[in-house]
Structure formats: C-alpha cells, structure tokens
T-cell receptor, first 112, second 113 residues
Framework: DTGVSQDPRHKITKRGQNVTFRCDPISEHNRLYWYRQTLGQGPEFLTY????????KSRLLSDRFSAERPKGSFSTLEIQRTEQGDSAMYLC??????????FGSGTQLSVL | GNSVTQMEGPVTLSEEAFLTINCTYTATGYPSLFWYVQYPGEGLQLLLK?????DKGSNKGFEATYRKETTSFHLEKGSVQVSDSAVYFCALSESTGGFKTIFGAGTRLFVKA
C-alpha cells in the first residue's frame, strides 16, 4: 500500500490554459474525493466518486471543472481556461466507506 | 446546509500546557465527526473520530467527545509538546445524501519549548 499519490506536485500555468491533474487512490478504496484548499482555509469539497460513478459535485464548481474516474481506479481533474482565482492546492482523498479519508500530498496550482 | 465552525487561530501555548480547540457543527441526520491534523510540510491525516453521540475519540493523548446536545466536538490534550505544532481541522461526514466530508477552516497551533 503506497497511499494516495497525486501528480504533478506543482503546476504553473498561464491564465487561459487548460490543466489536468491525476490521482491514484489506495487500490482497495471505492470512494474518491477531490478537494481544493487555499491558504488559511480548510479543504473545500469539489466532487466525489463511488467506483466510476460521479455521485456529487459542488454547486460552487463552475463548468470549467470536470473530473473522471474511468474504470473506478485513478481519477483526473481538468480545469479549462484557468483563471487566477483557480490558484490553490488541489487535494485528492480516498476512502473505503468508513468515513476515514486518506489524503494525497496535493497538487499546488499557480495561475499567472 | 451542513457546516463546521472551529475557533480561529493561531493558538500559542507553552510546552505541557492544556489545549482546547473548540468545534461546533450543523448537520442533518447523524454525522460522524473527525479531527484531522496537518503537520508542517505533510498532508492531512486522521487524528481521531467519533461516530455517534457520547462517543469519545482518542489518539496520541488527544481526546474529543461527540456532544449532540451542544452540537460540539472540542479537541483537548492535557499536556502539549512542541511536536504537536500543526494545523488541526474539525470535520463531519454526512450520514445522508452524498456522504461527503466537510471541513472547518482549521486552527493553527504553535507550541513553544
């Protein structure tokens, strides 16, 4: 068990570009979550998968954000036409359904 | 909607002092409650949890009791150490609907030697 891994660790992009992040959950976990965290704040829920089904998406999430989890394994989070306000740490977490979340180290996005 | 409110930081204590970090919640149904900790340079990790009213979660000398009547889950430790310096997040896991976990804003703790 190598834990939850996220790639890349850091991403710097120019405003208007598209970015994609990857998350590999703990292999036996069927639930996968994406959160966003800005400095001095707690993680903010973005979206959640159970196996390959996306069961919930935050109402705060614009249509520039999309996430997939093909085959119920790894997941990708894409942000289209990035804006400076998208700069944040993007966290992935997985769970076996008992409530305890296992977090990755996150992807730090900087939009210039 | 469901939410978590925790006391603002930073909290600065001397080693061996008593720690309390307050946390209250608003939720429908019967959520599970958690404290997560983020040490400098590390990812979030679970510290302790409680799944029903009057349950006490404990780990590494930290304790928190699920109080349904006051909708609270305050974190306590009798004697803090420098190594406890971190950011502490109170969280709830919904018991209905999406079962997502909602986090408070976090409380930074500094412990001085």
């Amino acid at each position: 068990d190598t834990g939850v891994s996220q790639d890349p660790r850091h991403k710097i992009t120019k405003r208007g570009q598209n970015v994609t992040f990857r998350c590999d959950p703990i292999s036996e976990h069927n639930r996968l979550y994406w959160y966003r965290q800005t400095l001095g704040q707690g993680p903010e829920f973005l979206t959640y998968f159970q196996n390959e089904a996306q069961l919930e998406k935050s109402r705060l999430l614009s249509d520039r954000f999309s996430a997939e989890r093909p085959k119920g394994s790894f997941s990708t989070l894409e942000i289209q036409r990035t804006e400076q306000g998208d700069s944040a740490m993007y966290l992935c977490a997985s769970s076996s359904g008992e409530g305890k979340l296992f977090f990755g180290s996150g992807t730090q996005l900087s939009v210039l | 909607g469901n939410s978590v409110t925790q006391m603002e930081g930073p909290v600065t204590l001397s080693e061996e002092a008593f720690l309390t970090i307050n946390c209250t919640y608003t939720a429908t149904g019967y959520p599970s409650l958690f404290w997560y900790v983020q040490y400098p340079g590390e990812g979030l990790q679970l510290l302790l949890k409680a799944t029903k009213a009057d349950d006490k979660g404990s780990n590494k000398g930290f304790e928190a009791t699920y109080r349904k009547e006051t909708t609270s889950f305050h974190l306590e430790k009798g004697s803090v150490q420098v190594s406890d310096s971190a950011v502490y997040f109170c969280a709830l896991s919904e018991s209905t609907g999406g079962f997502k976990t909602i986090f408070g804003a976090g409380t930074r703790l500094f412990v001085k030697a």
